[in-house]
């Protein structure tokens, strides 16, 4: 069993729809949860960081930590064209500077 | 600010060949990573530098492949001889310092294409 894993998809939404993006994980020891994008050719870039449990917000992007569950959430509301993409999520235990990462979600908006 | 330079782009090669990939991280930064992104999978960290100094190469394939930083800054992976399974895309990031909450920044990797 991997430590982390997600649903490759991919996951294909109209534009303006809410999208869920989930990652489960085994590791009680992770605390410092990420969320990248990866756009097709290029490289991942860091979208949300969030601590521990609890919700976080960014303008259109909300990333959700239940640890009780060993399950991390990403939502992206009024969904747009330019957020398709790969989405990666990537954990780490603290004290323990390798990141594990997801498999990758790839999303499509459809106009 | 620049970004993390990686060259080249794309490589073909034959099985048995060699082939080298070369990474510019931002400036200032002390932490140099590379990884190896397989298709359909995420990121595998393959070596990571703090300066001109190994942190962590657990999971670089010795017999076949080596890294090296130039004076704490440019690095260079290479790859003797090649693989068939080899063909992923090669990505370089750098991070300010390497602590596990930092944000590491990306280049846009060297694909391999191993024939």
């Known amino acids: 069993q991997k430590e982390v894993e997600q649903d490759p998809g991919p996951l294909s939404v109209p534009e303006g729809a809410i999208v869920s993006l989930n990652c489960t994980y085994s590791n009680s020891a992770f605390q410092y949860f990420m969320w990248y994008r990866q756009y097709s050719r290029k490289g991942p870039e860091l979208l949300m960081y969030t601590y521990s449990s609890g919700n976080k917000e960014d303008g259109r992007f909300t990333a959700q930590v239940d640890k009780s569950s060993k399950y991390i959430s990403l939502f992206i509301r009024d969904s747009q064209p330019s957020d398709s993409a790969t989405y990666l999520c990537a954990m780490s235990a603290r004290g323990n500077y390798q990141l594990i990462w997801g498999a990758g979600t790839k999303l499509i908006i459809k106009p | 600010e620049a970004g993390v330079a990686q060259s080249p782009r794309y490589k073909i090669i034959e099985k048995r060949q060699s082939v080298a990939f070369w990474c510019n991280p931002i400036?200032?930064?002390?932490?140099l990573y590379w990884y190896q992104q397989i298709l359909g999978q995420g990121p595998k960290l393959l070596i990571q530098f703090q300066n001109n100094g190994v942190v962590d190469d657990s999971q670089l394939p010795k017999d076949r492949f080596s890294a090296e930083r130039l004076k704490g800054v440019d690095s260079t992976l290479k790859i003797q001889p090649a693989k068939l399974e080899d063909s992923a895309v090669y990505l370089c990031?750098?991070?300010?310092?390497?602590?596990?909450?930092?944000?590491?920044?990306f280049g846009p990797g060297t694909r391999l294409l191993v024939l």
């Open positions: 990031a750098s991070s300010l310092e390497g602590y596990y909450q930092e944000t590491q920044y």
């Open positions: 400036s200032g930064h002390a932490t």
